[in-house]
């Protein structure tokens, strides 16, 4: 099950990939959410191998997550492979540059169900997708738009 969506931006592709490599800002963003986050990594530098151990309550039952970069193409692309409870996911960032001051960011989430539950689970969503791809793409817009005001402000 897949959710895509696309924004624009007005900001600098180089900007915007540096935004978006602001890991530590998102792990403070989780973590004021109720979230722990480890990184599981040692890496310095940004790249292919960066990773995360998350856990967090939803639905009342505590769930955890491990999340790992599986491809890093500055300023272009980033992939992130999750994996959870029966579910596999990957979440996909691209960006292209419209003009020197201008990027559009498409987003995309791909749910994989591992198990029977996680099967029984992704059909459930199914059933809701219109409201959750709804749902989603507002929420990818509203995160576009803060990431453009960080730009303006700076």
């Known amino acids: 099950m897949k959710f895509a969506s696309k924004e624009d931006i007005e900001a600098p592709i180089d900007a915007v990939f540096a935004m978006l490599c602001d890991f530590e800002m998102f792990e403070r963003a989780a973590m004021r959410r109720g979230a722990e986050v480890q990184r599981t990594d040692t890496k ?34 980033m992939v992130f492979e999750c994996r959870s409870q029966g579910l596999m996911s990957l979440m996909t960032v691209e960006l292209v540059a419209l003009s020197k001051s201008r990027t559009r960011i498409m987003m995309s989430f791909d749910v994989k169900p591992l198990n029977l539950s996680a099967r029984l689970l992704v059909q459930s969503l199914k059933l809701a997708k219109t409201s959750l791809t709804k749902k989603y793409k507002l929420r990818v817009a509203e995160f576009v738009k803060t990431l453009e005001e960080r730009h303006l402000s700076a």
């Open 44 to 77: 310095a530098a940004l790249g292919v191998g960066m990773g995360w151990r998350t856990a967090f309550s939803l639905r009342g039952k505590r769930r955890q997550v491990e999340i790992e970069m599986v491809t890093f193409d500055k300023p272009n692309e």
